[in-house]
């Protein structure tokens, strides 16, 4: 696979989490998928950068139901 192509998968979330991240997106400018890929890049630039998936001072998760 060339390194710009893109890889489809298939990405099952809980409707919650989905309505949080439009309203994420959409406040960033941003398509859902757009945003999903945006987030997934700084988990990992963040983790080159030091070894860790998130940072250390990262607010404490908020209660929603993901299967």
């Given at each position: 696979m060339a390194e710009n192509a893109k890889k489809?998968?298939?990405l099952r979330l809980s409707a919650k989490l989905y309505n949080e991240i439009a309203a994420?997106?959409?406040d960033?400018?941003?398509s859902v998928n757009g945003q999903i890929?945006?987030?997934l890049t700084e988990c990992v630039r963040q983790r080159k950068k030091?070894?860790?998936y998130v940072p250390e001072d990262l607010d404490p998760p908020f209660e929603i139901e993901i299967r």
């Open positions: 489809q998968i298939p994420w997106a959409e960033d400018f941003r890929e945006y987030l030091n070894g860790k």
